[in-house]
């Protein structure tokens, strides 16, 4: 007998509310937050298939009361999947890295840190919809000023972006795409009052057009700005239409950013000499 989704998620949060009876107080406020932004793929959409989505949550997205996402009415919940219920557009959601992610990063170092995840990608859009200005920037600016001012404020960690299959299509947008990710790294950097902010990007695996190489090759260059980092999506498993990552594969690449991520504040901690309070 198959269970639907909506019983598979509310049996899962019963199993946590059991399993984790702080979930019944009042939530602790993040003290590391990361930010989730760019297209579909970093929404998720592991297990769309058809227009709906499976409901297969693997054990690494798994909610846990010390993983918190910031909803559409800018309040902090504890984060399950669909990790981008209620943000942007409505479209079927389904499986991203940012819950995988979390819970790798938790699992390497102490167990009582809180981190707070920001949800803001939108499934569709060029890297031009992002440029200081648009709406959907104005969106991310909005959403990390609130994510950091609840409950006394958290530390903003990285920004986590997927993001450029849209720009495949047209080699104007494709070649283009280099200067205007470097252009938008400063300005989130200059807004955000953050001019370190690590950000990692994810190279496209997959795209809407043919100019995915052009886009890639553009990607993996802005590694060379300071405190870019850069995780290959190539490789990974795509969907039957071969545009978006499997649940499984979303896995996988929350792991890799989990791990640069990792790396990055681990080297950041051997060069300034601090006794640097990660995880």
């Known amino acids: 007998m198959s269970i639907s989704w909506p019983t598979r998620l509310i049996f899962t949060l019963f199993v946590v509310s059991y399993s984790y009876p702080e979930c019944g107080r009042a939530l602790e406020a993040p003290s590391d937050i990361f930010i989730l932004a760019g297209q579909s793929n970093m929404a998720g ?9 499976d409901g297969n949550v693997p054990p690494e997205c798994r909610p846990n009361p010390s993983i918190l996402r910031l909803n559409p009415q800018l309040q902090w919940e504890v984060a399950h999947e669909p990790l981008h219920t209620g943000i942007g557009p409505s479209k079927t959601q389904g499986v991203g890295p940012g819950l995988a992610f ?21 499934g569709g859009t060029k890297i031009s919809s992002w440029a200081r200005g648009t709406p959907l920037y104005n969106e ?26 849209s720009d495949t299509v047209r080699y104007e947008d494709a070649k283009a795409y280099k200067d205007n990710m470097e252009k938008l790294i400063i300005d989130l950097r200059s807004d955000l009052g ?41 490789g990974l498993r795509l969907e039957p239409d071969k545009l978006h990552l499997t649940t499984i594969a979303q896995v996988h690449l929350a792991h890799k950013l989990a791990a640069v991520f990792l790396a990055a504040h681990q080297s950041c901690t051997m060069k300034t000499h601090t006794s640097f309070d990660l995880y």
Request: glycine letters at 16%; charged letters at 20%; one cysteine or more.
């Open 140 to 165: 991310l600016v909005r959403r990390t000023n609130a994510s950091q001012s609840l409950g006394g404020g958290g530390r903003l960690r990285a920004i986590l972006w997927y993001q450029g299959e």
């Open 194 to 234: 953050h001019p370190t902010l690590l950000f990692i990007q994810v190279a496209l695996g997959s795209g809407e057009g043919k100019f995915i190489e052009t886009v890639r090759r553009g990607q993996l260059g802005i590694c060379r700005l300071p405190n870019v980092r850069c995780v290959d999506a190539k």
């Open 102 to 122: 979390a819970n790798e990063v938790r699992s390497k170092g102490s167990m009582s840190v809180v981190v707070g995840l920001v949800p803001c990608a939108i």
């Open 45 to 53: 959409r592991g297990g769309v298939r058809h227009g709906k989505w």
